[in-house]
Nanobody
Framework: VQLQASGGGLVQPGGSLRLSCAAS????????IGWFRQAPGKEREGVSC????????YYDDSVKGRFTISSDNAKNTVYLQMNSLKPEDTAVYYC???????????????WGQGTQVTVSS
């Protein structure tokens, strides 16, 4: 099971970025895919997750209404569209796979490398 996160970068407050999480050596249908982030000096926190098989989606309150998670089964990829970005969204973003739906990082067995998102003017 391999996950490859990409799409991070530097963006001004109010801007947008789209993160991608490409899965290889497994299909998304059997897993929930979650996005997590970790800012310097802070614990890793869950942002959003999607159950590809049944379409369940969950967002943390901090990103609800600004972030959208989606999946493209043909490309075996999950996306996180991030709009109206704020400086407090600055963090390293990780995608991960779990057999369980939710945002408890302890339930995620497979992790991709992180991608840096920096929101600054």
């Amino acid at each position: 099971v391999q996950l490859q996160a990409s799409g991070g970068g530097l963006v001004q407050p109010g801007g947008s970025l789209r993160l991608s999480c490409a899965a290889s050596e497994f299909t998304l249908d059997y897993y929930a895919i979650g996005w997590f982030r970790q800012a310097p000096g802070k614990e890793r926190e869950g942002v959003s997750c999607i159950s590809v098989s049944d379409g369940r989606i969950y967002y943390d309150d901090s990103v609800k209404g600004r972030f959208t998670i989606s999946s493209d089964n043909a490309k075996n990829t999950v996306y996180l569209q991030m709009n109206s970005l704020k400086p407090e969204d600055t963090a390293v973003y990780y995608c991960a796979a779990s057999e369980w739906f939710g945002l408890n990082p302890n339930e995620y067995d497979y992790w991709g490398q992180g991608t840096q998102v920096t929101v600054s003017s």
